[in-house]
């Protein structure tokens, strides 16, 4: 094998198993930094000894042994721990490459990974350095991709994840799935990562381009990872559900010139129908396992209303209107009202989308927010007022850091 390929192969690898990796070393030495290096350590030796010898079998096992090897090093320069060190000694003995070992290390792996992925999202954590700690652990991605997935520094980047880590330290977060008492919240906290990471992706905040196609697909692998992990979760497959159907839309929300398209000028043909299979079989899995829907499933089933629509006429608004409403009462939100004033509009008409979307205008979470004027002058087009309409349209432009969409918002204010 070549230096160029065997270097293209470790890459891939390691954007697979990395996470994996870095849970079992974690569940080693109880600590996310250390396994971090460690994991590093061996995707080291792998590049020097691949080329050499030929990609092993079992990659991540291989990788995990080694991260072991450098593990029980470690332990054993700064000479304490000496039970540790036998146990891990013994432990790795009976884990070389036997015929037994990748069905043993498939197993064990599992249960690490889960434990690496709630320490990750720790709420100890602020939300974007829970994204950025996920997308380096669990994704692979490098401090410099994960920089450019969130246009900002490498060394913004590199000092969050290094407080993070720093912090998980600092406050002794066990590395264990958390008990049933405190679980519903831990785990409302990983979703909560999870969809951060593909709404930025999905709808980027600042920049050139409307979409991060890259941010999308490792959140939406995040979530297929994670319903493999819990399957008895209705929320955790309620999120799959909602990123696997609005990440279908991915290839029409964008011309060709990398103009927005609205949901309801969007070629339908274009939706990728094998995502909305998968959509909405997550939600048949989530409304299966019983209780009522949280709120990623309720969101999930708004997705798939519009996914079941062959065109726009054929969408059920009211259903839609009545699922925001659910929203609203089970989290409620400024974001999820104006969202239901759009759903109302369509389903009873402009004006009276309109009547519950100016009750808005007062609320100080919507202050800065784009998509309110968005949503006023939209409706204010649709009533022949199209003055006040302008007006609105210029004042979300202003509002978003958005390129793409700014544009377009500028354009249906010249419209006006």
Not at 296 to 315: D, F, M, N
Request: glycine share 8%; aromatic share 4%; with cysteine.
């Amino acid at each position: 094998m070549g230096e160029c390929e065997a270097r293209r192969t470790v890459e891939a690898v390691w954007r697979m198993e990395s996470g994996r990796v870095i849970a079992g070393l974690a569940a080693v030495v109880r600590d996310v930094g250390q396994a971090e290096e460690l994991a590093q350590d061996a995707l080291v030796a792998a590049l020097e000894q691949w080329p050499r010898d030929g990609v092993p079998a079992n990659p991540g096992a291989w990788l995990m042994t080694v991260g072991k090897r450098r593990a029980v090093d470690a332990l054993r320069r700064r000479q304490t721990q000496d039970r540790k060190v036998a146990e891990l000694g013994r432990d790795l003995g009976a884990e070389e490459f036997t015929p037994d070992f990748d069905a043993a290390f498939e197993e064990r792996i599992e249960d690490d990974l889960l434990r690496l992925i709630f320490v990750a999202c720790h709420p100890v954590l602020s939300p974007i350095a829970r994204a950025a700690l996920t997308l380096r652990l669990l994704g692979g991605l490098t401090t410099e991709e994960i920089a450019r997935a969130f246009l900002t520094s490498e060394s913004t980047v590199g000092q969050r994840i290094t407080r993070a880590k720093q912090s998980l330290a600092a406050a002794h977060v066990p590395f264990e799935v958390p008990g049933p008492a405190e679980r519903a919240e831990r785990l409302a906290s990983v979703l909560e990562v999870i969809y951060l990471i593909f709404n930025e992706g999905y709808s980027a905040t600042a920049g050139d381009d409307w979409m991060r196609p890259a941010l999308c697909g490792e959140a939406l692998r995040l979530a297929r990872v994670l319903q493999g992990l819990m399957p008895d979760e209705p929320e955790v497959h309620g999120l799959a559900a909602l990123l696997e159907i609005q990440a279908s839309r991915t290839a029409a929300r964008t011309g060709p010139d990398g103009v927005p398209i609205l949901l309801n000028d969007q070629d339908r043909g274009r939706w990728d129908q094998l995502l909305i299979r998968r959509g909405l079989a997550a939600l048949d899995r989530a409304q299966a396992l019983g209780g009522d829907p949280g709120p990623y499933a309720l969101q999930a089933e708004i997705a798939g209303c519009h996914a079941r629509a062959r065109t726009p006429e054929e969408t059920d608004w009211a259903r839609i209107a009545a699922r925001y409403a659910e929203l609203a009462r089970l989290v409620p939100s400024p974001v999820v009202e104006l969202n239901r004033a759009v759903a109302v509009s369509f389903a009873d008409g402009p004006a009276a989308g309109l009547e519950l979307a100016r009750a808005l205008a007062d609320e100080p979470a919507l202050a800065h927010y784009h998509l309110l004027p968005s949503v006023l002058g939209d409706l204010l087009a649709k009533l022949g007022r199209h003055d006040e309409a302008r007006v609105e349209f210029e004042r979300a432009a202003s509002l978003t850091g958005n390129a793409r969409e700014r544009a377009l918002l500028l354009a249906r204010a010249a419209a006006c």
